[in-house]
Every structure is written in C-alpha cells, then in structure tokens.
C-alpha cells in the first residue's frame, strides 16, 4: 500500500477544487491500494471533512500562512504588520511558519510518504525534497508579471520561485502554448523547464441532465443575458461584488438581464427583481411569469450552473484561472474580467489579446466591454471555437496518469 500526502494552499477555492479532482482521477487510475493523507486549513479543511467523513483521521488542519483580508483582496499594510505583529488573532508571520513547518514535518516523519502532491503549499514541497520524497507541485503561476503598483513584491516572487522548483515535477494546469491561458503569470526560466509538463486544465466532469428543470432553469430559457460570478475567499468576492454593483447602477445597465452567483452557502441570497424593483421569490417569480431584469442566487446547483453558462451571452469574472477556464475552453463564451489581483490581470489581458474577452478596470469599461461583445459577437466567437478547439481539459486524469508513473518507478 502507498502512502499519499495531498496538501492544498486556503487561499480562496481553485486549489480545491483542482486538487479534487485530481485526486477523484488519481483513485480511479490505481491498480494498487493506496492512504491519502489531506492537509489544508480553515474553509477547505471543513470542505475536506464534510467530503470524507469516513476519513477524518486523515485530513489534518495545518495552519498554512496567508494573507490578511482587506476590503478587496488581501491587505498589504496589515500583511506587512503581520510580519512581527499579531492581526485578527493571527500570530506574526515569523511564528506561524514556524509553527507551520514543525507540523508538516511531525506529520511526514509519522506518514513516511511515498508520493507527496502540492498545489499551493511550498513548505511540503521542501520538507519533500529534504526528504528525497517523489514531489509534484500543481500550479498556474510561478513568477507572474507584476504591475507598477505591486513591483515591491518581485524579491518575495523570486523567492516562491525558488521554492516551487524544488519538485521533482511541475505540472502547470493549463493547455500548452501557445493556447497556455496564464501564460503571463509562468515566466519560467530553462533550467526550471526541464521539470515542467503542461497538463491541461483540471475541468469538472459532464454531468448527467436531471429529468425535471430548476424553476430557475425555467425562467432564464429564451433570455439575453449576461452570468456574472462572484468567487474566491471572503475579500476576493466581497470586492467582485462592490465592482459590480457600481455597474448595475449605471443607466446603460437599466434593460440588461444578469443572473448573480454569489458562492455563498446561504438561501436568503435566492431571490429576483423585476424591471419594477420589487423583489421576488424564484418559485413566485416563475409562478407570476415576473420580467425580470436580476437573478441572484447563493450557489448554483452543478445543472443550474450547466444551463446559465450554456444560456448566457457573456461571463463576468474577476480574472480566476479555474473559471476563466472553464468559460473559454468548456463552454466557449467571452468574457469580461474585472481583476483584484495582478494575476487576474494577467490571465484577463491574455484573453483580451487573444480577441476571447475583455479587460476592464474600470466601471465605465465593463459598460463600452458589454456593448463591443454584443455588437462584434461573431469575432469573439471565432476566437473562441479557436481556442475551444486546442483547449486541454483532462489535466486532473493527465496529472494522475504521471503520479502513477513516479510510483511506479519507486517500486
């Protein structure tokens, strides 16, 4: 039997769900019996535990440092201060790696792994390579380009760097060039090269069409309108939704139709307003055939999410790399990226100069971005069944195909 450490990065929920779904295609591609061991902390910790009940002995919570929320994305005042200062019951920085480095080597000195995968997490990746244990590092950036506002950070990128490549093997989760959609957040230099494998993209599977519809599912058929997605940790989808409340206010946006997925666990959310401002239950607002002009909703159910993305005209997103993915490579629809971070910048402004979306920084932009959409929509298609066709979607079966054959050659 092999012994199998899974470490994910908290930081917001892409991690996750790769790593989900890497280790769904994982199981099913070994012959041998195998233990996985997860380590994570706070949201993904709980997520591990309602997904592995029977496991729960398995799935420890190891406090990996991240960074303090802010208003709309991570602080870096407070970050900084919590170098050598306690914020938010946060210990300084100093101590929490520390503290988290001496768990992560207490667990692999107990485990004796013979495998380690890490998306996210570097101090495993040390702790593997100190060890001499077979390491894969799952990634969609390593030193991405920064901006002049962020250029402060490059000596702490390198650093990252430095530590990702310590893998036996990178494995980035996007299609291979030139169709490498994070392709300005790698920047990988030759000697690293040698260890990386393009995979592809850690796509959801198909799901079986249930044989009755959603009253959402009932409302939104024969629709123009746009998707607009809310992800990430709290501040990431906290700031998504200010930007966007800022455009629903403009009164170019007074007759254009947009269902809200706020990716938050709370039914109080579901809800839809009609062209006269009132508010609605979905069930009532199907049952009265209300004109709607907004759906929000909490969380989509996986059919719900199939039928929005194949309805709706365009997606608005913050820039992430797992749902831009899906996006424009599964379901071929452009988009228009409104970035926190500068690595959504990047993937976004990728996209724009592949002609599969839009950059928009600005409120105004996202108003002229959904315009140029609409009135140039065969362009944007074009591009997109381009890039649709060379997109690479079995990253999470690719990626355990390779983890086999790095156990394999332990035997």
């Not at 900084?80 to 019951?89: A, D, G, S, T």
């Not at 939104?220 to 998504?240: H, L, V």
Request: glycine share 6%.
């Amino acid at each position: 039997m092999y012994k199998i450490g899974e470490f994910i990065y908290p930081w917001g929920s892409g991690h996750y769900s790769r790593m989900m779904r890497f280790h769904d295609a994982f199981a099913n591609n070994m012959k041998d019996k195998i233990e996985v061991h997860f380590s994570s902390k706070d949201h993904v910790f709980e997520k591990l535990l309602r997904k592995f009940p029977d496991q729960k002995e398995r799935i420890h919570n190891i406090l990996m440092p991240t960074p303090i929320d802010g208003k709309n994305g991570p602080s870096v005042s407070l970050s900084i201060l919590n170098f050598l200062l306690p914020v938010r019951e946060n210990p300084p920085l100093v101590n929490q790696i520390a503290d988290y480095l001496r768990e992560e080597r207490k667990l692999y000195n107990k485990e004796k792994f013979d495998l380690v995968i890490n998306d996210g997490d570097m101090g495993s990746n040390i702790l593997a390579k100190n060890r001499e244990i077979p390491s894969l590092f799952i990634t969609n950036q390593y030193r991405p380009k920064l901006y002049k506002s962020r250029s402060y950070f490059y000596p702490s990128l390198y650093f990252i760097a430095k530590q990702i490549a310590k893998a036996d093997k990178i494995i980035v989760a996007d299609s291979p060039p030139p169709y490498t959609l994070c392709d300005l957040n790698l920047n990988f230099n030759k000697q690293v090269m040698k260890k990386v494998t393009y995979v592809g993209h850690f796509t959801r599977k198909k799901i079986a069409k249930e044989d009755s519809s959603s009253d959402l599912e009932k409302i939104i058929e024969n629709s123009d309108f746009g998707y607009w997605m809310r992800t990430g940790n709290k501040s990431t989808n906290d700031g998504t939704g200010e930007r966007y409340e800022k455009v629903f206010h403009k009164n170019e946006m007074k007759n254009e139709k947009r269902i809200i997925s706020h990716a938050r666990d709370d039914p109080t959310i579901d809800s839809v307003l009609s062209r006269d401002g009132k508010r609605f239950s979905i069930s009532e607002a199907y049952e009265k055939k209300i004109d709607w002009i907004q759906i929000d909703v909490g969380f989509l159910s996986e059919q719900e999410k199939e039928k929005v993305l194949n309805l709706c005209k365009y997606a608005v997103v913050n820039g992430s790399h797992t749902v831009m993915g899906e996006i424009l490579g599964g379901k071929s629809k452009p988009i228009i990226g409104i970035p926190i971070y500068d690595e959504h910048e990047n993937n976004i402004k990728w996209a724009e100069n592949k002609n599969l979306g839009i950059l928009a920084k600005k409120t105004n932009q996202v108003i002229v971005g959904i315009q140029k959409i609409k009135e140039k929509y065969e362009d944007f298609e074009g591009s997109l069944s381009d890039f649709s066709h060379n997109f690479v979607s079995n990253g999470a079966e690719n990626t355990a195909k390779i983890a086999s054959e790095m156990l394999e050659e332990k035997r």
